[in-house]
């Protein structure tokens, strides 16, 4: 029974694993979007495109930089150089331009890509639409819109501004012979990763509702660079567009399209960060909602496509300011803002217990001081409570096995009996008796068992997701628990261990059911191969666990007697 709950239990998790990381459909390429162009979708246009919510055509290119104003327009309030203005927070260095009032740059200084440079957050123009360059505004007249992003706003601020002590707000302005005028104010806290912007646009005397893009996102080379790897899993998530509404958040796929509601918060995200529009916690004003997909070519011969997402926002009717945060998906970063965005993390159905683990897996590591040596103790932390569990489990087992003798005799007398032979109710009531006589329980093998399940997929769902151990150092050669090992070995290690484990465990099963248990630590050792390590080393600690409570129960449970003849 005991052996048959493991094998069920051993399948299933093998069964999840493999589907999600290499069954899954991938995601495909937006609609009417060859791979290597990227051609904005409805509701999120370029510049060129028509009124919100038309298609613009695919352009040969990846590139389709921002069109100059359909017609020449007498500038009445603006500058005549395009120039960058750079804001320095303690988190984030954020560069604006005055061609449109946008954001060219959003660096998180924590946080590095793959040349261990601070991440920039924003694609390099060159890899994807610059027309959907982030605050680009979209508004129904699309000479209008045209205009309102290629335009050279005036600012009164220099060049570089220092939020590193307190708020900053940076101001831009523009206004032409036709009386179109476009106001942009974008304050920064000194921590955190949220910009505020106020944004003002008149046409004469009529008052415009602008929708507010952000373009094309996000350049994390840790999503990109794990989807062009046979071995690499899709635990890795390139960028796609979410919503937050009735308290769930949806994840809406590459598609292209357009959702409408009080969302708490709408945009995009990949595996570790998120470019969103925030609404108000208390009363989530109506929104809509535009996004789509981009795939672009890889940056080198070996590389992956480049997978990208954008979004607008558009509110019913003007908002005095919008907030938007783009940043990690960090547990603490998120829990600050409301706890609500921990939703944004992807833990899936064991969200409920991840978010605790990782909790305890943070207050870990504020002893130990290595994200590695942090999960190694938060494992025997975990199997240490669980100790008395997975104990009756194996005093059970044990129990089992020693009746065996006697159940395979019970058998063998109602051996020539169909199942459907009224015969066999005695056999089953003959094997009761034999329980009630031993003291034995088989669901105590195993119910404590199944007690330890969640845990197993919840650390699971904890380590894959967790952006704290991206980019953190283990060992000599684990530079990235994030990432597969390199060399392989803990994934062997962790299958030796299993092996291990499995011919030590005590079993009542035949022959057949025990060789297909030894199956098990192989495949589970060429699954792991791609998987972070950080998970791997989790598994690991686990069997070593298993394997040491197996030999301490052994030295207190001698093992039972060998029938004689």
Same mark, same amino acid.
Not at 165 to 180: H, I, N
Not at 214 to 235: E, K, R
Not at 291 to 309: C, E, L, N, W
């Given at each position: 029974m005991e052996r048959r709950v493991l094998i069920a239990i051993s399948l299933s998790f093998l069964v999840l694993f493999a589907y999600q990381n290499y069954f899954a459909p991938p995601a495909p390429p937006p609609a009417d979007s060859p791979a290597g162009a990227a051609a904005p979708a409805a509701g999120v246009s370029a510049p060129q495109a028509g009124a919100a919510g038309s298609q613009a055509p695919a352009p040969s290119t990846p590139v389709a930089p921002a069109a100059p104003p359909a017609a020449a327009s007498t500038v009445v309030t603006g500058e005549s150089d395009e120039r960058d203005i750079t804001v320095e !927070?303690? !988190?984030?260095?954020?560069?604006?331009?005055?061609?449109?009032?946008?954001?060219?740059?959003?660096?998180?200084?924590?946080?590095?890509?793959?040349?261990?440079?601070?991440?920039? #957050?924003?694609? @390099?123009?060159?890899?994807?639409?610059?027309?959907?360059?982030?605050?680009?505004?979209?508004?129904?007249? /699309?000479?209008? !819109?045209?205009?309102?992003?290629?335009?050279?706003?005036?600012? @009164?601020?220099?060049?570089?501004?220092?939020?590193?002590?307190?708020?900053? !707000?940076?101001?831009?302005?523009?206004?032409?012979?036709?009386?179109?005028? &476009?106001?942009?104010?974008?304050?920064?806290?000194?921590?955190?990763?949220?910009?505020?912007?106020? &944004?003002?646009?008149?046409?004469?005397?009529?008052?415009?509702?602008?929708? *507010?893009?952000?373009?094309? +996102? #996000?350049?994390?080379?840790?999503?990109? @660079?794990?989807? +062009?790897?046979?071995?690499?899993?899709?635990?890795?998530? /390139? @960028?796609?567009? *979410?919503?937050?509404?009735?308290?769930?958040?949806?994840?809406?796929?590459?598609?292209?399209?357009?959702?409408?509601?009080?969302?708490?918060?709408?945009? *995009?995200?990949?595996?570790?960060?998120?470019?969103?529009?925030?609404?108000? %916690?208390?009363?989530?004003? /109506?929104?809509?909602?535009?996004?789509?997909?981009?795939? &672009?070519? %890889?940056?080198?011969?070996?590389?992956?496509?480049?997978?990208?997402?954008?979004?607008?926002?558009?509110?019913?009717?003007?908002?005095?300011?919008?907030?938007?945060?783009?940043?990690?998906?960090?547990?603490d970063d998120l829990k600050a803002i409301n706890t609500e965005m921990v939703r944004v993390i992807n833990f899936g159905i064991f969200a409920w217990l991840a978010v605790p683990l990782l909790d305890a897996l943070k207050w870990v590591h504020q002893y130990v001081g290595n994200w590695g040596w942090a999960i190694v103790a938060l494992t025997l932390l975990i199997n240490l409570a669980m100790f008395p569990l997975r104990q009756k489990s194996v005093k059970s087992m044990r129990k089992m096995q020693e009746i065996q003798p006697q159940m395979k005799a019970i058998q063998a007398r109602y051996a020539q009996y169909k199942i459907t032979d009224p015969q066999r109710q005695k056999m089953n009531e003959e094997v009761m008796a034999l329980y009630k006589e031993k003291g034995v329980n088989p669901a105590s093998g195993c119910v404590p068992m199944l007690l330890t399940f969640p845990f197993l997929f919840a650390f699971y769902a904890m380590l894959s997701q967790a952006i704290e151990i991206r980019g953190a150092e283990f060992l000599g050669w684990i530079v990235d628990l994030s990432r597969p090992d390199p060399l392989y070995i803990t994934p062997l290690l962790m299958g030796a261990t299993m092996f291990w484990q499995q011919k030590i465990m005590p079993t009542s099963a035949d022959p057949v059911q025990q060789r297909v248990m030894m199956i098990m630590p192989i495949m589970f050792t060429f699954m792991f191969l791609a998987y972070p390590s950080g998970l791997v080393i989790y598994w690991t600690i686990s069997n070593l666990w298993a394997i040491g409570q197996q030999y301490l129960t052994m030295s207190l449970m001698p093992p039972p007697a060998k029938a004689k003849g």
């Open positions: !927070t303690r !988190t984030v260095r954020a560069v604006f331009t005055n061609r449109g009032a946008r954001l060219r740059h959003w660096v998180l200084k924590q946080y590095q890509n793959e040349a261990g440079q601070p991440l920039d #957050l924003v694609p @390099a123009p060159e890899n994807v639409n610059e027309a959907l360059t982030p605050f680009s505004l979209r508004l129904e007249d /699309p000479d209008q !819109t045209s205009r309102v992003n290629g335009a050279l706003y005036r600012s @009164a601020s220099p060049a570089t501004l220092d939020a590193t002590s307190q708020a900053v !707000t940076l101001s831009f302005e523009w206004q032409d012979a036709q009386g179109l005028r &476009v106001g942009k104010t974008f304050t920064l806290q000194p921590d955190g990763y949220i910009v505020s912007v106020a &944004v003002t646009a008149q046409a004469g005397s009529q008052l415009l509702n602008p929708a *507010i893009d952000w373009g094309p +996102g #996000l350049d994390d080379d840790n999503a990109h @660079a794990a989807q +062009g790897s046979f071995l690499a899993p899709s635990y890795s998530t /390139p @960028a796609q567009a *979410i919503v937050h509404q009735d308290n769930a958040v949806k994840r809406l796929g590459p598609a292209a399209g357009t959702q409408n509601g009080s969302f708490l918060y709408a945009g *995009i995200d990949d595996h570790y960060f998120a470019a969103l529009a925030l609404n108000d %916690p208390d009363q989530p004003a /109506p929104m809509q909602f535009d996004h789509t997909s981009f795939v &672009v070519p %890889p940056k080198a011969p070996d590389a992956p496509p480049g997978r990208y997402a954008a979004f607008g926002v558009k509110f019913q009717a003007p908002q005095a300011t919008q907030r938007f945060y783009f940043g990690p998906k960090a547990l």
